[in-house]
Nanobody, 128 residues
Framework: QVQLVESGGGLVQAGGSLRLSCAAS????????????MGWFRQAPGKEREFVAA???????TYADSVKGRFTISRDNAKNTVYLQMNSLKPEDTAVYSC??????????????????WGQGTQVTISS
């Protein structure tokens, strides 16, 4: 059974930083995490889920315009983990952040429907 478990969320002041982690385990990811495309999405109250960042299995990455230059996605294939370093946080970054995985993929993907597995999400709250 595939599991994605996020951690690292919390409450920080505007201008601060957080690093989110997403650990993958089980099923399709046994020994094959390095072949998966990974992504981060977020959903604020009353809003639709939106794309944040994505990384291909080879390490190519792309970002939403709203986070470009402030957020960095990375991965550690030895640990089956993907990270989202978030700097210069703003109140509008407040949301539940979820990671997503698409096994055995070549590129990166920016649409939620392209992903097969999702974590439960972690709350990020930025105070002004």
């Amino acid at each position: 059974q595939v599991q994605l478990v996020e951690s690292g969320g919390g409450l920080v002041q505007a201008g601060g930083s957080l690093r989110l982690s997403c650990a993958a385990s089980g099923g399709t990811f046994r020994g094959t995490f390095s072949n998966a495309a990974m992504g981060w999405f977020r959903q604020a109250p009353g809003k639709e889920r939106e794309f944040v960042a994505a990384m291909s299995r080879r390490g190519a990455s792309t970002y939403a315009d709203s986070v470009k230059g402030r957020f960095t996605i990375s991965r550690d294939n030895a640990k089956n983990t993907v990270y989202l370093q978030m700097n210069s946080l703003k109140p509008e970054d407040t949301a539940v952040y979820s990671c997503a995985a698409r096994p055995s993929s070549v590129g990166y993907y920016t649409h939620s429907e392209d992903y097969d597995y999702w974590g439960q999400g972690t709350q990020v709250t930025i105070s002004s």
